[in-house]
RNA sequence: GGGCGGUUAACUCAGCGGUUAGAGUGCCAUCCUCACACGGUGGAAGCCGGAGGUUCAAAUCCUCUACCGCCCACCA
């Protein structure tokens, strides 16, 4: 019965409008508190914390892969009845933040220091308020169903305390302290930070051969050296023990160039005898490695260098003057007054600060620092135990060797914005008060207190996130029911920076894994390769994509790459591609809508036509792999699934199969089928919901105006749909069949307006019988007029294409269509490809040793298929006889 | 210097010991058939980087090697 203009208007739309539901939906959800835990449940828990994107960020590739994977995994625990929580929130970013407004106040004329520390902060916090929840509205526009009434941020009142908590147990159980030591000084940032911040790249520089005139001597000892300026620093010269060329001149001293200081000529291991002279000068104060001979051998620790980047009152007439500037000062003092020998090109590897690439200055200062080495072994050991699991493991064995060889965190940053580190210390004794409360007096004497200026890194904050998003130190009831948390997702370039970080520090302070298992996603690039990065000019801005396909078609593309790689390359192509996805789903739902109406009912009983109980028995298979993938956080493999069956499957078989049923049979047929149909949508919709939220939910809300919304359904159970052997056995059967006769079709190009009356040839009465039954829904497939078992003896008419199937052949008689040349190329091309088959299997058959050690299982599936491939081979070459016939 | 990835169809990737190696995009042919031309149908396209080895069987495991990339590292 065709269905009325009226009717159809009625139903969905020709497209999803993306851009107009979007946002309803998901203001609904919201509103509607879906996203919220339900801690009354009992059952399973699945509670997952945002790896928190920095206030002054905005949204990049990386948060929406991230994102959507916690997204699918989220939705999909809470399908499954689980009792849910994500918590969002955003991370204090100290440099970051303190940078982008610096600039600001640089551009109304300010600067921090004038503003002083109270009223600066004041600002940041101002602009926090203004700017800060950019990201946090972006990532609702990707569909995050957070639970938003848990957000958190790391300065807020609760995490300060947590921070606080944390630093002053630690210090009372001495992991922290402070010290002088070399740290790492970026002198635009104006602030130390940790080994880890810094990067390392290799530059072109030069190495410089310098004399150093030894005591009462007229001679000279040669050192190489690629940082002349720093020989203001220097303390002594060392060469290596067994290095029989210097050791005369061990325990002598020597004269520092522009300098009237003498140092001692040392001995130490470290030194190398094949670099450069053999001989090395030590200035403790501006590199790691000569600060720890200087501690070996008691070396005083000059300063050259100074927190600004300026040269200090120690380096003669060159105090005041710029790092950047002063080599190429010094260089011309050493050569005017001839202590310059020489230079010569040198490649070696530079640090940078990981936030503005400015070179660091290595530099000893006063600093905090978390003894790092017990809590690293401890959170070794949880990996290796298994206690917490690396996906992919792969991950286990640079985590180790990092854990393995750790340095102590220097902790203390000369910012402002962040949290102030809780140590005073004694104006008059010179006590350090470490306290969880504000201290009034010294503790020892009375005596005033200053506080300790600095803040803590960002990071430490950011170590303590599992936890202190759920309330510790207080015992709250979100802490008891929501931790350990189930999973961490998050790119494996934060691998050190937080993720053995928080298991360090959940570890030590709530004695328990932070999460249980840890999903390392790849890193978004551009097609080529590259990292994305605004400078490139590459990057491709996710609000854009989100803009031009939806965040359906978005998240599915970055799910579908999210393997156990190192690399996703997006391609926007892709994106294009996957938005037909959605339309394709869009469009069976409208087609579903049209015959189904509101409110349909959905199938309680087991289905006995045979569509039903084929596209059940797919269905059923089809949850348990989801189910499968998704617990091994295989992503790319959940999208592949879903992808195939919706379109290749039901799209392309299942649909079509019940067109029949739905416009000829019986008004019982009809309702037994629609129910089927509606059960299998609504799965349907609900196994790809976690990856898209959006059009499932809205074509869901069409179908069941008055039904709760569909991310509230329960994810269904593959026992839910009976499996049915025989309907697969059968609807193999019928796909072949049909394939055959439109491979003759268009094989011979025949025209689709010309019916076609096919003929079957097979031995196995229950498929002739089911293919009778099938007849109409098979005619329409075929675009045939009709269709019938070939007759006992019958053979093949004159003017006719074949197709050799295992159980049978298919005769399409074309008079008029048929081309003698074109089917005997066809046959073969057939014949030939059965061959090599029939080779390859003979070959193993005839192998003794395949027939005795290959699992009989297997030798005896050769043995069929040589069989079957035998059988089509004979009827091939029959056919081929038969050609001349044609002509 | 150490470690870790990658190398499979024109492009982006999946497969990681057992049928004839798959997908998306792109390409070719054809069809606007009553959900969808953001579609249907059919098709072309790969010595699975190279060389050895293990195995009855290798894209898949091992060794070596080439190229690309990443991370770590105190020879100035």
């Given at each position: 019965?065709?269905?009325?203009?009226?009717?159809?208007?009625?139903?969905?739309e020709?497209?999803f409008?993306?851009?107009?539901?979007?946002?309803?939906l998901?203001?609904?959800?919201?509103?509607?508190?879906?996203f919220?835990?339900?801690?009354?449940?009992?059952?399973p828990?699945?509670?997952?914390?945002?790896?928190?994107?920095?206030?002054?960020?905005?949204?990049?590739?990386?948060?929406?892969?991230?994102?959507?994977?916690?997204?699918?995994?989220?939705?999909?625990?809470?399908?499954?009845g689980?009792?849910?929580?994500?918590?969002?929130?955003?991370?204090?970013?100290?440099?970051?933040?303190q940078?982008?407004?610096?600039?600001?106040?640089?551009a109304?004329?300010?600067?921090?220091?004038?503003?002083?520390?109270?009223k600066?902060?004041?600002?940041?916090?101002?602009?926090?308020?203004?700017?800060?929840?950019?990201?946090?509205?972006?990532?609702?526009r990707?569909?995050?169903?957070?639970?938003?009434?848990?957000?958190r941020?790391?300065?807020?009142e609760?995490?300060?305390?947590?921070?606080?908590?944390?630093?002053?147990?630690?210090?009372?159980?001495?992991?922290?302290?402070?010290?002088?030591?070399?740290i790492?000084?970026?002198?635009?940032?104006?602030?130390?930070?940790?080994?880890?911040?810094?990067?390392?790249?290799?530059?072109?520089?030069?190495?410089?051969?310098?004399?150093?005139?030894l005591?009462?001597?007229?001679?000279?000892?040669t050192?190489?050296?690629?940082?002349?300026?720093?020989?203001?620093?220097?303390?002594?010269?060392?060469?290596n023990?067994?290095?029989?060329?210097?050791?005369?001149?061990?325990?002598?001293?020597?004269?520092?160039?522009?300098?009237?200081?003498?140092?001692?000529?040392?001995?130490?291991?470290?030194?190398?005898?094949?670099?450069?002279?053999?001989?090395?000068?030590?200035?403790?104060?501006?590199?790691?490695n000569?600060?720890?001979?200087?501690?070996?051998?008691?070396?005083?620790?000059?300063?050259?260098?100074?927190?600004n980047?300026?040269?200090?009152?120690?380096?003669?007439?060159?105090?005041?003057?710029?790092?950047?500037?002063?080599?190429?000062?010094?260089?011309?003092?050493?050569?005017?007054?001839?202590?310059f020998?020489?230079?010569?090109?040198?490649?070696?590897a530079?640090?940078?600060?990981?936030?503005?690439?400015?070179?660091?200055?290595?530099?000893?200062?006063k600093?905090?620092?978390?003894?790092?080495?017990?809590?690293?072994?401890?959170?070794?050991?949880a990996?290796r135990?298994?206690?917490?699991?690396?996906?992919p493991?792969?991950w286990?064995?640079?985590?180790?060797?990092?854990?393995?060889?750790?340095?102590?965190?220097?902790?203390?940053?000369?910012?402002?914005?962040?949290?102030?580190?809780p140590?005073?210390?004694c104006?008059?004794?010179?006590?350090?008060?470490?306290?969880?409360e504000?201290?009034?007096?010294?503790?020892?004497?009375g005596?005033?207190l200053?506080?300790?200026?600095?803040?803590?890194?960002?990071?430490?904050?950011?170590?303590?996130?599992?936890?202190?998003?759920?309330?510790?130190?207080?015992?709250?009831?979100?802490?008891?029911?929501?931790?350990?948390?189930?999973?961490?997702?998050?790119?494996?370039?934060?691998?050190?920076?937080?993720?053995a970080?928080m298991i360090m520090?959940?570890?030590?302070?709530?004695?328990q894994?932070?999460?249980?298992?840890?999903v390392?996603h790849?890193?978004?690039?551009?097609?080529?390769?590259?990292?994305?990065?605004?400078?490139?000019?590459?990057?491709?801005n996710?609000?854009?994509?989100?803009?031009?396909?939806?965040?359906?078609?978005?998240?599915?593309?970055?799910?579908?790459?999210?393997?156990?790689?190192?690399?996703?390359?997006?391609?926007?192509?892709?994106?294009?591609?996957?938005s037909?996805?959605?339309n394709?789903?869009?469009?069976a739902?409208?087609?579903?809508f049209?015959?189904?109406?509101?409110?349909?009912?959905?199938?309680?009983?087991?289905?006995?036509?045979?569509?039903?109980?084929?596209?059940?028995?797919?269905?059923?298979q089809?949850?348990?792999?989801?189910?499968?993938?998704?617990a091994?956080?295989?992503?790319?493999?959940?999208?592949?699934?879903?992808y195939?069956?919706?379109?290749?499957?039901?799209?392309?078989?299942?649909?079509?199969?019940?067109?029949?049923?739905?416009?000829?049979?019986?008004?019982?047929?009809?309702?037994?089928?629609?129910?089927?149909?509606?059960?299998?949508?609504?799965?349907?919709?609900?196994?790809?919901?976690?990856?898209?939220?959006?059009?499932?939910?809205?074509?869901?809300?069409?179908?069941?105006?008055?039904a709760?919304?569909?991310?509230l359904?329960?994810?269904?159970?593959?026992?839910?749909?009976?499996?049915?052997?025989?309907?697969?056995?059968?609807?193999?059967?019928?796909?072949?069949?049909?394939?055959?006769?439109?491979?003759?079709?268009?094989?011979?190009?025949?025209?689709?307006?010309?019916?076609?009356?096919?003929?079957?040839?097979?031995?196995d009465?229950?498929?002739?019988?089911?293919?009778?039954?099938?007849?109409?829904?098979?005619?329409?497939?075929?675009?045939?007029?009709?269709?019938?078992?070939?007759?006992?003896?019958?053979?093949?008419?004159?003017?006719?294409?074949v197709?050799?199937?295992?159980?049978?052949?298919?005769?399409?008689?074309?008079?008029?269509?048929?081309?003698?040349?074109?089917?005997?190329?066809?046959?073969?091309?057939?014949?030939?490809?059965?061959?090599?088959?029939?080779?390859s299997?003979?070959?193993?058959?005839?192998?003794?040793d395949?027939?005795?050690?290959?699992?009989?299982?297997?030798?005896?599936?050769?043995?069929?298929k040589?069989?079957?491939?035998?059988?089509?081979?004979?009827?091939?070459?029959?056919?081929?006889?038969?050609?001349?016939?044609?002509?």
């Open positions: 019965m065709p269905l009325s203009e009226t009717k159809a208007d009625e139903g969905l020709k497209n409008n993306f851009s107009e539901a979007e946002p309803r998901y203001q609904m959800w919201e509103q509607g508190g879906y919220a835990p339900e801690p009354k449940k009992t059952g828990k699945f509670s997952i914390v945002i790896p928190p994107p920095n206030v002054t960020g905005n949204l990049h590739m990386g948060h929406a892969l991230d994102v959507t994977l916690q997204d699918i995994l989220t939705r999909y625990h809470r399908l499954k689980d009792d849910t929580v994500w918590i969002p929130g955003c991370d204090h970013a100290g440099i970051a933040t940078a982008v407004v610096e600039r600001a106040l640089a109304e004329g300010l600067e921090r220091e004038k503003l002083g520390r109270e600066f902060v004041e600002r940041v916090w101002q602009w926090k308020e203004t700017y800060g929840s950019n990201i946090v509205r972006q990532l609702r990707l569909g995050a169903s957070c639970d938003w009434s848990r957000e941020f790391t300065l807020d609760g995490l300060s305390k947590a921070v606080r908590e944390v630093f002053v147990s630690l210090y009372e159980e001495g992991l922290i302290y402070r010290g002088e030591r070399i790492n000084w970026c002198p635009h940032c104006r602030t130390a930070v940790s080994d880890i911040e810094v990067e390392h790249e290799d530059r072109a520089d030069y190495l410089y051969y310098l004399k150093y005139p005591q009462n001597k007229g001679e000279y000892l050192v190489a050296t690629a940082r002349p300026e720093t020989i203001f620093g220097d303390t002594a010269l060392a060469i023990p067994n290095d029989t060329r210097h050791q005369v001149y061990l325990g002598q001293m020597a004269q520092v160039p522009l300098t009237s200081r003498l140092v001692p000529i040392i001995a130490d291991d470290y030194v190398s005898m094949e670099f450069g002279t053999g001989c090395l000068k030590v200035t403790p104060a501006h590199d790691p000569d600060f720890l001979i200087g501690r070996h051998h008691n070396l005083p620790i000059i300063l050259a260098i100074d927190q980047g300026l040269m200090t009152n120690q380096c003669g007439s060159l105090a005041g003057v710029e790092v950047s500037k002063a080599r190429e000062l010094t260089l011309k003092l050493l050569e005017d007054n001839d202590f020998i020489k230079s010569e090109p040198l490649n070696h530079v640090g940078l600060c990981y936030r503005c690439r400015t070179a660091v200055e290595p530099l000893v200062s600093q905090w620092f978390v003894s790092s080495a017990p809590l690293a072994l401890e959170a070794s050991k990996v135990e298994g206690r917490v699991k690396l996906h493991a792969s286990e064995k640079t985590y180790f060797e990092w854990l393995d060889n750790i340095r102590d965190w220097c902790v203390s940053r000369q910012l402002w914005w962040g949290h102030q580190i140590a005073w210390y104006q008059r004794c010179a006590q350090t008060v470490v306290s969880r504000d201290p009034t007096i010294c503790t020892s004497c005596g005033e200053q506080r300790d200026p600095d803040v803590l890194d960002t990071w430490f904050s950011s170590a303590l996130w599992p936890f202190s998003t759920l309330g510790w130190p207080n015992k709250t009831a979100d802490l008891e029911r929501y931790y350990p948390t189930s999973v961490l997702v998050t790119g494996f370039d934060i691998l050190f920076f937080w993720v970080r520090m959940g570890l030590k302070m709530t004695a894994e932070p999460f249980l298992d840890v390392l790849p890193l978004v690039r551009d097609e080529t390769g590259q990292k994305m990065s605004k400078s490139k000019g590459n990057a491709i996710p609000l854009e994509v989100l803009d031009r396909h939806g965040a359906d078609a978005f998240r599915f593309t970055l799910a579908s790459q999210a393997g156990p790689t190192r690399d996703l390359r997006l391609n926007a192509k892709r994106v294009e591609g996957y037909k996805f959605v394709k789903l869009w469009n739902s409208r087609f579903a049209r015959h189904l109406g509101l409110e349909p009912l959905l199938a309680k009983s087991p289905p006995s036509s045979f569509p039903d109980r084929w596209i059940f028995s797919r269905l059923s089809v949850i348990e792999e989801i189910n499968t993938e998704i091994q956080y295989h992503f790319d493999r959940y999208c592949d699934i879903i195939q069956f919706t379109w290749y499957e039901f799209c392309d078989w299942y649909l079509e199969l019940i067109k029949p049923i739905l416009y000829q049979e019986s008004q019982n047929e009809q309702e037994a089928t629609k129910a089927c149909l509606a059960l299998v949508l609504c799965d349907l919709l609900t196994i790809i919901h976690p990856v898209m939220p959006f059009v499932t939910s809205e074509i869901y809300a069409r179908l069941f105006p008055s709760a919304p569909l991310m359904r329960s994810f269904p159970q593959s026992s839910k749909y009976q499996r049915d052997q025989r309907a697969l056995t059968e609807a193999a059967f019928l796909m072949d069949l049909t394939k055959a006769v439109r491979q003759a079709r268009s094989d011979f190009g025949v025209p689709p307006a010309a019916k076609l009356s096919p003929i079957v040839s097979l031995s009465p229950l498929l002739a019988e089911l293919m009778i039954k099938q007849a109409p829904l098979l005619l329409n497939l075929m675009g045939a007029a009709s269709l019938r078992v070939a007759e006992k003896g019958e053979s093949k008419p004159k003017e006719a294409a197709n050799i199937l295992d159980w049978g052949q298919v005769w399409t008689p074309l008079t008029g269509h048929i081309d003698a040349e074109a089917e005997r190329a066809r046959l073969t091309k057939e014949a030939l490809k059965l061959e090599k088959d029939i080779d299997a003979q070959k193993k058959l005839s192998n003794q395949y027939l005795t050690k290959a699992p009989e299982e297997i030798v005896e599936e050769t043995r069929e040589l069989v079957a491939l035998d059988k089509r081979l004979q009827a091939v070459k029959r056919s081929q006889e038969l050609i001349g016939d044609l002509t």
